[in-house]
């Protein structure tokens, strides 16, 4: 099972911080920015 998070996700501060940190917008409302991965038990 994966979860995919997207900038749309994210508060808008979280996005401002994230903007802060990687500079300007990399397709991050393209693309996840993250994918966790769980197993199934």
Same mark, same amino acid.
């Not at 900038?7 to 996005?15: I, M, N, S, V, Y």
């Given at each position: 099972m994966t979860? #995919?998070?997207?900038?749309?996700?994210?508060?808008?501060?979280?996005?401002? #911080?994230l903007l802060n940190l990687l500079g300007d917008n990399g397709n991050y409302d393209v693309f996840p920015i993250v994918v966790l991965e769980f197993e199934k038990e």
């Open positions: 979860i #995919e998070i997207y900038w749309k996700d994210l508060t808008a501060e979280k996005q401002q #911080e």
